[in-house]
């Protein structure tokens, strides 16, 4: 019966406003769509926001670090291939440099890890890498000892006529 009442009451009705009612109704349908759609983008581009500056932004660091941990490597490589105690001396600072890169490096990327907003399993390997760190420092007294007698790059017989 409430299906009649309305279909004469639409009847009723010009032509102008039925299309009236019906374009109004597709306007709010389409305002609605694009209302959904704004928010739907607003939580995407946070998302994107949140990739690149944590995810993304951590991964860039770490690849950071380990190509200052490959140039410390490769000045301690580089250390053991020069003679002269000069060169021996620079690769020795270019070591220093680079590992004091190498901690301000991760250093930077510990605090970026530990933030509130990262979640637990991301902050676990950084607490583990806290507690080995103390342990795997630099020590240059290990490179210091070719500075100082040049023993490495001597031959055995130079070795002997000069402790006699």
């Known amino acids: 019966m409430g299906r009649s009442t309305l279909e004469r009451q639409m009847n009723k009705l010009s032509v102008r406003a039925r299309l009236t009612l019906v374009i109004g109704g597709m ?4 305002v609605a769509i694009a209302t959904l759609s704004l928010i739907a983008i607003d ?27 490959n140039q410390r490597a490769i000045g301690a490589r580089n250390l053991v291939l020069l003679s002269t105690p000069d060169e021996m001396k620079n690769e020795a600072a270019r070591i220093s440099l680079a590992h004091a890169e190498v901690s ?13 907003d990262v979640p637990a399993a991301v902050q676990r390997p950084f607490a583990l890498q806290v507690e080995v760190t103390p342990k795997l420092k630099l020590h240059l007294s290990a490179f210091s000892w070719p ?18």
Not at 27 to 30: D, G, I, R, T
Not at 47 to 69: F, K, T
Request: hydrophobic share 40%; net charge neutral.
């Open 147 to 164: 500075l100082e007698s040049n023993h490495a790059f001597r031959s055995g017989s130079e070795i002997a006529s000069s402790n006699s």
């Open 43 to 69: 939580r995407a581009n946070d998302r994107l926001e949140d990739y690149v500056h944590g995810i993304n932004a951590r991964a860039e660091m770490a690849v950071d670090v380990r190509s200052a941990v």
């Open 27 to 30: 306007s709010l349908l389409a």
């Open 104 to 116: 301000q490096k991760l250093q930077q990327l510990r605090s970026s890890a530990v933030s509130a």
